[in-house]
């Protein structure tokens, strides 16, 4: 069975007049990290005011990726060098399917994408989904009352947006989304 990818949520707080230093080390952590087998990417949001916590959301293809980074060498070292200007031990929360997409309500997103943008990218993602349940399913189907058509049409196509469509259209025009908010 082929894994997920996953996200894990990084917590911590930076010692008191050390918060520059500490963003530069989680930047250079993560270009150092770009190198590694099956990570993704990863995005350094700053606390809300100086006393709160950062938060660095890093992605895997893989969970035995995200295990392999976290236990390497490298890993340890930055981990270490971060730990001279964090307070404490760092918090993790691994996100798993529709925990991605909907995230969980303490992490703030820095900035989001604009909605043109986040719906052109769910239309992109719904119309070839519906035209392939229909051209498919639909005859398939075409004996059962419609309440049950409609619950197995909307499962099935719940299903494949969750873990084949969306994944792979964020993943291919991830950075159109998140680029800036030029027309």
Same mark, same amino acid.
Do not use: D, K, N, Q
């Given at each position: 069975m082929m894994e997920e990818s /996953? /996200?894990?949520v990084v917590r911590r707080r930076a010692k008191w007049g050390c918060a520059p230093a500490y963003e530069a080390l989680a930047r250079a952590m993560d270009d150092d990290a770009r190198r590694f087998p099956g990570y993704l990417s990863a995005g350094l949001i700053l606390p809300e005011n100086p006393e709160g916590e950062y938060q660095l959301v890093e992605r895997f293809r893989t969970e035995t990726d995200m295990k392999r980074?976290?236990?390497?060498?490298?890993c340890l070292s930055w981990l270490e060098k971060i730990a001279a200007v964090a307070e404490?031990?760092?918090?993790?929360r691994l996100l798993h399917g529709l925990d991605v997409w909907f995230g969980p309500a303490d992490v703030p997103v820095a900035k989001t994408p604009p909605r043109w943008r986040m719906t052109v990218l769910s239309w992109l993602a719904v119309f070839p989904t519906v035209v392939l349940l229909i051209s498919f399913a639909a005859p398939l189907l075409k004996p059962f009352p419609f309440l049950l058509k409609t619950a197995v049409t909307?499962?099935?196509?719940s299903l494949l947006m969750s873990y084949l469509v969306m994944p792979r259209l964020t993943r291919w025009l991830g950075w159109w989304?998140?680029?800036g908010n030029r027309c």
């Open positions: /996953v /996200v894990r980074w976290h236990a390497s060498a490298a404490g031990e760092p918090g993790y909307t499962a099935l196509g989304l998140r680029s």
